[in-house]
């Protein structure tokens, strides 16, 4: 399986970036993956972002809720993360993950990674 990040970038305080993450080599794709995304700043655990937990569930960690929006076309195998309202704060490398076994805010209930895309949000 592979998980192929993009839409990372610089954006200003306040601004907004749409990042994707294509998936292939399933064996048995399905609507009902889980997918997710992580963040990891330098110095810092990676951190639980957003995740979409079968086909409708959605989660979010507290720190992006209502600024952060995680959607997926099934059609594409593409997982989203819409995030607005950008604060100097959210910037690390971003990192998508999939197939949940587990706690979806634990790294380690994830088995499939993604490379990282950067975010950097400049004040």
């Known amino acids: 399986v592979q998980l192929v990040e993009s839409g990372g970038g610089s954006v200003r305080a306040g601004g907004s970036l749409r990042l994707s993450c294509a998936a292939s080599?399933?064996?048995?794709?399905?609507?009902?993956?889980?997918m997710g995304w992580f963040r990891q700043a330098p110095g810092m655990e990676r951190e639980a972002v957003a995740a979409?937990?079968?086909?409708?569930?959605?989660r979010y960690a507290d720190s992006v809720k209502g600024r952060f929006t995680v959607s997926k076309d099934n059609a594409k195998n593409t997982l989203y993360l819409r995030m607005n309202s950008l604060k100097s704060e959210d910037s690390a490398m971003y990192y998508c993950?999939?197939?949940?076994?587990?706690?979806?805010?634990?790294?380690?209930?994830?088995?499939?990674w993604g490379q990282g895309n950067q975010v950097t949000v400049s004040s």
């Open positions: 993950a999939a197939r949940l076994s587990g706690s979806w805010y634990l790294s380690a209930a994830w088995r499939y």
């Open positions: 979409l937990i079968g086909t409708t569930t959605t």
């Open positions: 080599g399933y064996t048995d794709y399905g609507s009902e993956y889980s």
